[in-house]
């Protein structure tokens, strides 16, 4: 499967982003998806990830509330709706997917596909 994260652009504190993570092939709905940021100077961060199958989500607790994730298989995309943004969240987020049903899947060596990121810029 092939990803592409878009959406990233600039923004003022407070406002919201959504980022399509769109996918390519005919198998989405059978990976979980996840959305992860890079802040220069950082490590790569887990922020959210939705199950296939049943759509279950999980967040990590810097995002949670203010952060969305969803997926419409029907149009082989996944969506991160950012609501009430920081200058801290100012980062290349990129999206990842791994094959199957995983819950919690917050570590990166567990995706085995990556897209290019999309550079978000809150401004304060």
């Known amino acids: 499967v092939q990803l592409q994260a878009s959406g990233g652009g600039l923004v003022q504190a407070g406002g919201s982003l959504r980022l399509p993570c769109a996918a390519s092939?005919?198998?989405?709905?059978?990976?979980?998806v996840g959305w992860f940021r890079q802040s220069p100077g950082k490590e790569r961060a887990f922020l959210a990830s939705?199950?296939?199958?049943?759509?279950?989500?999980y967040y990590e607790d810097s995002v949670k509330g203010r952060f969305t994730i969803s997926r419409d298989n029907a149009k082989n995309t996944v969506y991160l709706q950012m609501n009430s943004l920081k200058p801290e969240d100012t980062a290349n987020y990129s999206c990842a997917a791994v094959y199957g049903r995983w819950t919690t899947p917050r570590r990166q060596e567990q995706y085995d596909y990556w897209g290019q990121g999309t550079l978000v810029t809150v401004s304060s």
């Open positions: 092939g005919r198998t989405f709905s059978r990976y979980t």
């Open positions: 939705v199950a296939m199958s049943d759509g279950v989500t």
